[in-house]
T-cell receptor, first 111, second 113 residues
Framework: DQQVKQNSPSLSVQEGRISILNCDYTNSMFDYFLWYKKYPAEGPTFLISISSIKDKNEDGRFTVFLNKSAKHLSLHIVPSQPGDSAVYFCAAPHYGQNFVFGPGTRLSVLP | DAEITQSPRHKITETGRQVTLACHQTWNHNNMFWYRQDLGHGLRLIHYSYGVQDTNKGEVSDGYSVSRSNTEDLPLTLESAASSQTSVYFC????????????FGPGTRLTVL
C-alpha cells in the first residue's frame, strides 16, 4: 500500500526567498511522482513531476528533488512570489494508474 | 479548449436524500476519477474508471456509486446523503498513455444538513 505524508501543514516565507516543501512516501515500487498546486475555490493544477530515473527535475522557478533511498521528495520554489501562496499536494503512485495524495502544505509568501 | 466541468458548483441537501454530482470532460481521456477533499486528509479517492463500462472502488467508496456509459461523463451518486459526506468533491481525468498527470475540475462543494 502507498502512504504519503507532508509533515508541515503550513509554511510562511518572505517574498524572494526559497520555499522548500517536503513529502515522504512509503512504497518505492513505483517510479513517478507529482506535485499539484491549489488555490481556494479552484481545482488542483499540475505543477511538476519527477521520474525515479532522475533525482532532480527543474521547471523555471520550481525544482523537485527525489531521494529514493530515503523515500523523500522536496519541492523548491526560488524565488518565492506572493502568487505562489497556495496549498501544495504531493502525489505518489498507487496501483494501476492511480495516485495517493498527501494532506497538503499551505504556503504563504509574505510581501 | 478542452476542459472538465462539474455541476452543480454548490449544493445543499438533507440527510437521506439521493444526490448526483456531474462531471463532464472534453479532453477525451480514458481515465476519470472522483476525489473528496477534507481538512487534514488531502484528496481521497472515491471511485475511478479506466474506460466506458469500467468502474472501480477507491479508498472511501462507501455510500457512493458511479457509472460510465460514455467517455465524457462520470456522475457520482450519493445514495443516501449523510452529514459525514459534507465535503468538496473533485473530478479528475488522465490519459492512459501519457504521463499519468491528472487534470482536475473546479470542484463541487456539498453540504449535507
Amino acid at each position: 500500500d502507498q502512504q504519503v505524508k507532508q509533515n508541515s501543514p503550513s509554511l510562511s516565507v518572505q517574498e524572494g526567498r526559497i520555499s522548500i516543501l517536503n513529502c515522504d512516501y512509503t512504497n518505492s515500487m513505483f517510479d513517478y511522482f507529482l506535485w499539484y498546486k491549489k488555490y481556494p475555490a479552484e481545482g488542483p493544477t499540475f505543477l511538476i513531476s519527477i521520474s525515479s530515473i532522475k533525482d532532480k527535475n527543474e521547471d523555471g522557478r520550481f525544482t523537485v528533488f527525489l531521494n529514493k533511498s530515503a523515500k523523500h521528495l522536496s519541492l523548491h520554489i526560488v524565488p518565492s512570489q506572493p502568487g505562489d501562496s497556495a496549498v501544495y499536494f504531493c502525489a505518489a503512485p498507487h496501483y494501476g494508474q492511480n495516485f495517493v495524495f498527501g494532506p497538503g502544505t499551505r504556503l504563504s509568501v509574505l510581501p | 479548449d478542452a476542459e472538465i466541468t462539474q455541476s452543480p458548483r454548490h449544493k445543499i441537501t438533507e440527510t437521506g436524500r439521493q444526490v448526483t454530482l456531474a462531471c463532464h470532460q472534453t479532453w477525451n481521456h480514458n481515465n476519470m476519477f472522483w476525489y473528496r477533499q477534507d481538512l487534514g486528509h488531502g484528496l481521497r479517492l472515491i471511485h475511478y474508471s479506466y474506460g466506458v463500462q469500467d468502474t472501480n472502488k477507491g479508498e472511501v467508496s462507501d455510500g457512493y456509486s458511479v457509472s460510465r456509459s460514455n467517455t465524457e461523463d462520470l456522475p457520482l451518486t450519493l445514495e443516501s446523503a449523510a452529514s459525514s459526506q459534507t465535503s468538496v468533491y473533485f473530478c479528475a481525468t488522465s490519459l492512459r498513455t501519457s504521463g499519468f498527470e491528472q487534470f482536475f475540475g473546479p470542484g463541487t462543494r456539498l453540504t449535507v444538513l
